[in-house]
Every structure is written in structure tokens, then in C-alpha cells.
């Protein structure tokens, strides 16, 4: 075989994995968005009481130091 037919053959056979590997993620981004809607019908409401739950154990002090380093890491960054 000459060697454009050989350059011919490769490019066609990386377009053709190309092509696959792009439908293939389409499938599963589409996928991924229903499951998400799915799950967001199935729950109903967002799980807002558990963080009200899990904010009331910690105390202001600890709320202003751990802000503080949180602002003082993305002002460094």
C-alpha cells in the first residue's frame, strides 16, 4: 500500500474513534442532566434543614476565623 493510502486509512479511522468518543459523551451528559432533574423531582425540596441543623452547633467565633482564613487564602490567590 502507498503511503497515502496509509494517511487515508488513519485519518478515517481517528475521525470514525473520534466520532464515537464525542456521541458517547453526548449520551452521557444527557443522561447525567436527566438523572439530575429526576432526582430533583423525586426529592422534592432541597435539603435546607439539614445545614439549618449543622449552623446552629457552631458558634459565631468559629464562623469569623474560619471567614477570615477563607478571605485571607483568596486575597493570596
Known sequence: MPFSELMMAG???M????GIVFI???????????????AILLEGEPLATD?????A???GALVSVISAAIRRYRDTH
Open 11 to 13: 485519518i478515517q479511522l
Open 15 to 18: 475521525l470514525v474513534g473520534m
Open 24 to 38: 458517547f459523551l453526548i449520551i452521557l451528559v444527557v443522561t447525567m442532566n436527566g438523572m439530575s432533574r429526576l
Open 51 to 55: 445545614t439549618a441543623k449543622v449552623s
Open 57 to 59: 452547633n457552631i458558634d
